[in-house]
Structures are given as C-alpha cells and as structure tokens.
C-alpha cells in the first residue's frame, strides 16, 4: 500500500486548504484514513480519522474547522481545512489501515501505512 499526500502550501490565517492523500493498493474502500501533524521541534498528533463505516473522529483542536472525506472513486483522501490558524502549521501525513478498530482510530499506532507529508503553512 502506497500513501501520497500533496496540496499543502502556505496561506493566510482565517483562510481554507484542502489537502489530498491518494491511496494505491489494497482495497480502499476497506481501510481507515488518518491525519496526523507534526509542528517543527514537536511531536507527531492526531487530527482526524474516517473509518470505512463512516465513523470519524476529530481532534479538539480542529473540531468545527476540519472536516475528513474520501472518494473510493478515486481512492483518495481529503482533509478540508477552514479558519485556518498560525497554530496549526505542520507538516502533515495522512495514513491508512485496514485493521484499526474504532476506539484505536487516533493512535498512530493503528495504522501501518504512511504517507511522506505536506506541509502547511499559516502566516499570522
């Protein structure tokens, strides 16, 4: 299973970013998407999960303002970012798993598969 997430780029505080995470291997529609980010000199966090069933999660930090989806039509991931802030410049990598149950959907540890991150920038 290959992960490739594009789409980051730099923009303005208050302002939206999508970013994508196209998935090739595997049966898509089968697995759990996540993203994670990492800020420079801090640890890799959780921010949103989608479970094949539908079920999501969301960081406190970015409930209301982030919103997960996939296509299966186009085996791809999104990450919609709005109200966008300076705190939330990271890098960020989507993963996959086709094993992570429900209650182990924000740990890192659930997914096996990882994708080389994008990074996102908001200036202040």
């Known amino acids: 299973v290959q992960l490739q997430a594009f789409g980051g780029g730099l923009v303005q505080a208050g302002g939206s970013l999508r970013v994508s995470c196209e998935v090739s291997?595997?049966?898509?529609?089968?697995?759990?998407i996540a993203w994670f980010r990492q800020a420079p000199g801090k640890e890799r966090n959780f921010v949103a999960a989608?479970?094949?069933?539908?079920?999501?999660r969301y960081a406190d930090s970015v409930k209301g303002r982030f919103t997960i989806s996939r296509d299966s039509a186009k085996n791809t991931a999104y990450l919609q970012m709005n109200s966008l802030k300076p705190e939330d410049t990271a890098l960020y990598y989507c993963?996959?798993?086709?094993?992570?149950?429900?209650?182990?959907?924000?740990?890192?540890?659930?997914?096996?598969?990882w994708g080389q991150g994008t990074l996102v920038t908001v200036s202040s």
């Open positions: 993963a996959a798993s086709s094993t992570a149950i429900q209650s182990a959907m924000t740990s890192a540890q659930a997914y096996a598969n």
């Open positions: 291997g595997g049966t898509f529609s089968r697995y759990t």
């Open positions: 989608l479970r094949w069933t539908g079920a999501t």
